[in-house]
T-cell receptor
Framework: DTGVSQNPRHKITKRGQNVTFRCDPISEHNRLYWYRQTLGQGPEFLTYFQNEAQLEKSRLLSDRFSAERPKGSFSTLEIQRTEQGDSAMYLC????????????FGDGTRLSIL | AQTVTQSQPEMSVQEAETVTLSCTYDTSESDYYLFWYKQPPSRQMILVIRQEAYKQQNATENRFSVNFQKAAKSFSLKISDSQLGDAAMYFCAWGDYKLSFGAGTTVTVRA
C-alpha cells in the first residue's frame, strides 16, 4: 500500500492559464474522489469516479473544471482559464467500493493563482 | 442544505488529559456514516474513527471514542490520554460516498 499520490505538490500560475493535476489512487481502490479545501475550511466535494465512470459532479465544479479517469486508474483534474478564486488545496482520495469504506487521502496539490 | 457544524475553532489540552470535540450535522437520510479525520500541519488527512449511523454502539479506536446521538444529530470525539502527536486539525464528516466536512477544530497539546 503506497498510498494516494498527487502531483504536483504545489502549482503557481498566472490568472488565465490552464493547469492539470494528477492523482494516483491506491491500486485496488475502484472509487476516486476530488475535493477542494480553502484555508481554514474543511474539504468540499467536487466529483467522484467509480472505475472510469464519473458518477457525480458538484455544482462547485464549473464548466472550467474537467476531471477524467481513463482506464479506471489514475485521474486528472484540469482547470481552464484559472481565476483568483481557484486558489486552494485540491485533495484526491480513494476507497474500495461501498459507502462504508474509508476514504484515503493524498497530500494534495496546492494551487496559487498570481 | 446538508451541513456539518464544528462549534469549537480551537481546543487546547494538557498532555495526558482528555479533550472532547463537538460536531453536529444535518441530514434527512436515515442510513449514513460518520467520520473523524485528523489533518496534521502540511500533512495528509488521516481517518481517526468512523461510526455507522444504524449502529447504536459508540465506536472506539484505542484512545479515541465517539458519543453518537442520532436523534440529536450529534457526533462528538473524545481523545483520552492526549499526546503531543495528537496536535492537528480535526474534521468531522458525514456521508455515504461523498463526504460533507465541518470547518475543523484545531487541537493543541500542552506539554
Amino acid at each position: 500500500d503506497t498510498g494516494v499520490s498527487q502531483n504536483p505538490r504545489h502549482k503557481i500560475t498566472k490568472r488565465g492559464q490552464n493547469v492539470t493535476f494528477r492523482c494516483d489512487p491506491i491500486s485496488e481502490h475502484n472509487r476516486l474522489y476530488w475535493y477542494r479545501q480553502t484555508l481554514g475550511q474543511g474539504p468540499e466535494f467536487l466529483t467522484y469516479f467509480q472505475n472510469e465512470a464519473q458518477l457525480e459532479k458538484s455544482r462547485l465544479l464549473s464548466d472550467r473544471f474537467s476531471a477524467e479517469r481513463p482506464k479506471g486508474s489514475f485521474s486528472t483534474l484540469e482547470i481552464q482559464r484559472t481565476e483568483q478564486g481557484d486558489s486552494a488545496m485540491y485533495l484526491c482520495a480513494s476507497s474500495e467500493g461501498g459507502g462504508n469504506q474509508p476514504q484515503h487521502f493524498g497530500d494534495g496539490t496546492r494551487l496559487s493563482i498570481l | 442544505a446538508q451541513t456539518v457544524t464544528q462549534s469549537q475553532p480551537e481546543m487546547s489540552v494538557q498532555e495526558a488529559e482528555t479533550v472532547t470535540l463537538s460536531c453536529t450535522y444535518d441530514t434527512s437520510e436515515s442510513d449514513y456514516y460518520l467520520f473523524w479525520y485528523k489533518q496534521p500541519p502540511s500533512r495528509q488527512m488521516i481517518l481517526v474513527i468512523r461510526q455507522e449511523a444504524y449502529k447504536q454502539q459508540n465506536a472506539t479506536e484505542n484512545r479515541f471514542s465517539v458519543n453518537f446521538q442520532k436523534a440529536a444529530k450529534s457526533f462528538s470525539l473524545k481523545i483520552s490520554d492526549s499526546q503531543l502527536g495528537d496536535a492537528a486539525m480535526y474534521f468531522c464528516a458525514w456521508g455515504d460516498y461523498k463526504l460533507s466536512f465541518g470547518a475543523g477544530t484545531t487541537v493543541t497539546v500542552r506539554a
